[in-house]
Nanobody, 125 residues
Framework: QLQIVESGGGLVQPGGSLRLSCAASGFTSDYYAIGWFRQAPGKEREGVSC????????YYADSVKGRFTISRDNARGTVFLQMNSLKPEDTAIYYC??????????????????WGQGTQVTVSS
């Protein structure tokens, strides 16, 4: 079982930035498609962004398009989610998820079988 560790969450003022990291030892030895999801209090978990196993395909939810950027550092086995111009409505627990193999990028939870514990992002003044 892949052990995913997210980091980088925290408290930030509106308009600020955070960079989330998602790391797992298996990311350096196999191909994985990676997704970022978030769940705000009282809401269902939603797909925020994802990157295909080849890194050629990415996806962003309309609510974060133009503000968030997903990227991968294969040498470090880490996927990043750079979040700029943060808004209070971005407040949520952010989860990293992975699925092994040559996979396209899809923002659906059921496609992913490895999940991290989540990291809290709070945007507030």
């Amino acid at each position: 079982q892949l052990q995913i560790v997210e980091s980088g969450g925290g408290l930030v003022q509106p308009g600020g930035s955070l960079r989330l990291s998602c790391a797992a030892s298996g990311f350096t030895s196999d191909y994985y498609a990676i997704g970022w999801f978030r769940q705000a209090p009282g809401k269902e978990r939603e797909g925020v962004s994802c990157i295909s196993s080849s890194d050629e395909d990415t996806y962003y939810a309309d609510s974060v398009k133009g503000r968030f950027t997903i990227s991968r550092d294969n040498a470090r086995g880490t996927v990043f989610l750079q979040m700029n111009s943060l808004k209070p409505e971005d407040t949520a627990i952010y989860y990293c998820a992975a699925v092994k193999g040559f996979r396209l990028c899809v923002p659906w939870e059921y496609e992913y079988d490895n999940w991290g514990q989540g990291t809290q992002v709070t945007v507030s003044s």
